[in-house]
């Protein structure tokens, strides 16, 4: 389970701060998907999905993230 909790983040672009869920980087598993908030920490860099953002694992367990659709 790669889920570490949750923490209320700000976001500038909601303009208040949102219920954000954590992950830990190492434990995320080829075709796991999230809609953001997510943060995504690791030992050497922290991934942010803003709201509105969603994201996924893909087989070669690079995170992939599409903001407004693209």
């Keep these: 389970e790669a889920r570490r909790g949750s923490r209320p983040v700000y976001f500038e672009e909601v303009g208040e701060f949102v219920s954000t869920m954590l992950y830990e980087r190492a434990r995320l598993a080829n075709g796991v ?3 953001g908030p997510v943060i995504i920490e690791q030992a050497d860099s922290t991934v942010v999905v803003p709201p ?3 994201g996924g694992v893909d087989e070669y367990l ?3 993230i599409s903001v407004n659709g693209h």
């Design 33 to 35: 998907e999230f809609e």
């Design 52 to 54: 509105g953002a969603a």
């Design 62 to 64: 690079n995170v992939v």
